[in-house]
């Protein structure tokens, strides 16, 4: 539930619209809801301050979004509470077919005046939080942009009747090199370089996160489960923020978008895919995790067995609902272990039936 101060419940209701040059503000009276204020200010430091720094502290709503976390901790320092709106599951915003800046700042004022919870407000993150994840982000913009050249590479030699040999991605560029057609060499030598640069800066955001690992001491419990790295590890500490949040673990799977979109009528139960309504990132390392963990070199655990027997049994597509359902438990697991302390046992279901 969203506690608000005394001083908070008998002041106004702002709706902030944010964009990413300017915003729409919406000031609504707290008692009869009326509207006292409609107006534009540009998404900048300055024009936040002029506009909030007069008023007396107020209750307000805005969507999360790149520039809900600074502007989220400015008007906090002006003495505002902030709630941070969760877009996706503000259905009357998004779903609205007259959608505009002004509509989206009265409704995110109306809906906050009414009930905060219905906004369902997002856990903030620290400083350090959001500096850790940017390095995160940024080595996953590196490896996008390494993935795309290398494949601009191999799709060039092709076209010449050419292959490179086959190679990690780590050490396509020392591969490849020695092996360009030779009337390609001046296009795609360039490209090369540029493939054997990007590899260095993620090895050394590779170092980077190893030693931000390390500053959050319960990722080292959680790379308990073989296929869980310090990255995986890092990632979901960061973006669960407070485990106590979750009343049990397995709610963790569906806030992160593991389950299945559910629409039973009558006797209609048709499978459909997961929601995805989570991090992409979290999901895809979790994902990938899983596959380790179903692979060749995953270690004999209640997890592998778990998905090898959904594999068998699951029909044509049941290796891959194995793998979901596999990343799925893996987030129980990784959450279970962070609130409760308890060192991994990859048996523990096995050996207690």
């Known amino acids: 539930m969203v506690e608000l101060s005394r001083e908070t419940r008998t002041c106004g209701v702002v709706g902030l619209d944010l964009g990413d040059r300017r915003s729409q503000v919406c000031r609504l009276d707290r008692e009869s809801g009326a509207v006292l204020d409609e107006t534009r200010i540009t998404t900048t430091g300055p024009s936040v301050q002029r506009y909030f720094e007069g008023l007396a502290p107020h209750l307000v709503a805005l969507e999360a979004g790149t520039h809900s976390a600074w502007v989220r901790q400015q008007l906090q320092h002006l003495g505002h509470h902030v709630i941070v709106a969760n877009p996706v599951k503000v259905q009357a ?13 009265r409704c995110l004022a109306q809906l906050a005046r009414v009930d905060p919870e219905l906004l369902a407000p997002v856990q903030p993150r620290s400083e350090a939080a959001q500096q850790a994840l940017a390095v995160v982000r940024a080595r996953e913009g590196l490896i996008g942009a390494r993935t795309k050249l ?18 990690s991605t780590a050490s396509f560029a ?65 973006l669960i923020g407070d485990p106590h949040r979750f009343a049990r673990s397995r709610a963790v799977g569906a806030y992160l978008g593991l389950v299945p979109i559910r629409r039973n009528t009558g006797e209609s139960k ?25 692979g060749r070199f995953g270690q004999d655990s209640d997890l592998q067995r778990f998905g090898r027997r959904l594999a068998q049994h699951g029909g044509k597509n049941g290796k891959k609902r194995a793998v979901v359902a596999v990343a799925r438990k893996l987030s129980v697991l990784l959450h279970r272990l962070w609130v409760s302390e308890a060192d991994y046992v990859p048996l523990y279901q096995s050996m207690a039936a």
């Open 93 to 105: 915003i998004a779903s609205s077919r007259s959608k505009t800046d002004e509509r989206d700042a």
């Open 270 to 294: 048709p499978q459909l895919p997961i929601t995805k309504q989570g991090d992409r990132l979290l999901r895809r390392l979790l994902v990938q995790a899983s596959h380790y963990i179903l």
């Open 150 to 167: 290398i494949n601009q590479v191999r799709g060039s030699v092709k076209v010449f009747g050419a292959r490179l040999p086959a190679s």
């Open 174 to 238: 020392r591969r490849a090199e020695p092996a360009l057609p030779v009337e390609l060499r001046p296009a795609l030598e360039p490209l090369v370089r540029v493939i054997a640069e990007l590899t260095k800066e993620i090895a050394s955001l590779d170092r980077d996160i190893e030693a931000l690992a390390q500053k959050w001491p319960v990722t080292q419990r959680l790379r308990q489960i073989r296929g869980v790295g310090a990255l995986t590890a890092l990632v979901f500490v960061l």
